[in-house]
């Protein structure tokens, strides 16, 4: 049975349960194979998580003010990282270097909505596999369809 579908069945059984429990319950019944794109994922996640501690971190030391100094100073080393321009949500392209603060707010509020639809995307892309792999089938297409299981 799939990763998703050990998952569910472990959920439907104990709903509130332990999640470390219910996590060796449902590794105990799959292939570890079958564990390698959710290690990858992890990875993956604990990769971001790491360069995005590095990214707060260069902004914190980038527009940290020096005691001597009446103004923050942007190090020259984080001049190339900002030299990428990015866009609003009616296109217009911004430089890092020259965006307002209203403009980054539009940026954040852009890529709020987006992070939704591509979660909402990723959980039916989730769903259409658990049905193709509980099934036994190759796509979603092989499926019965309503019209064709009445006839």
Known sequence: MSLRAEIERALSSEPMGDAETLAATVVGKVAKAE???????????????????????????????????????LPDGLR??????????????????????GEHRQRIELLTKLRGGIDRTIAQHQDAVALI?????????????PAQAEA
Request: charged letters at 25%; aromatic letters at 6%.
């Open 35 to 73: 564990l390698v794109p959710l290690v990858a994922q992890v990875i993956r996640d604990a990769q971001r998580s790491s360069a995005r501690t590095q990214e707060r971190q260069a902004f914190r030391e980038a527009f940290q003010a020096k005691a001597n100094q009446p103004r923050p100073v």
């Open 80 to 101: 190339s990282l900002f030299a990428t321009p990015f866009r609003l949500g009616d296109g217009t392209e911004v430089r890092w270097l020259k965006a307002t603060v």
């Open 133 to 145: 792999e509980d099934a036994g089938v190759t796509c979603l297409d092989d499926l019965d369809h």
